[in-house]
């Protein structure tokens, strides 16, 4: 039987299967949530909670998680995009 990979949501820091989270991705150009956790790149994981994604836009975490300044610009694209997916759920 195979193990379920976990991993730690960026915001209440508790661990989760990575199948049940959402990944943000930073590339070389840009940073993005990646809904089929299958884009390369560095990635971090925040569960699917509204909280969690408040916390990380308000804290300014992914700066921290990628250890480099993150644009307000892409933590408003990070809001809007969970939002849409989370209506289209």
């Not at 730690?8 to 590339?27: E, H, S, W, Y």
């Not at 390369?40 to 699917?48: E, L, P």
Request: some cysteine; proline content about 3%.
């Amino acid at each position: 039987m195979k193990k379920t990979p976990m991993r730690m949501c960026v915001a209440c820091r508790n661990m989760f299967a990575k199948k049940d989270l959402l990944r943000i991705v930073r590339t070389d150009e840009s940073v993005s949530l990646d809904f089929t956790g299958k884009k390369s790149g560095r990635g971090a994981y925040i569960c699917d909670n509204p909280e969690c994604i408040a916390k990380c836009v308000k804290a300014k975490l992914l700066d921290k998680v990628f250890g480099q300044p993150i644009s307000d610009d892409v933590y408003g694209y990070i809001k809007e995009e969970y939002a849409k997916h989370s209506q289209n759920r």
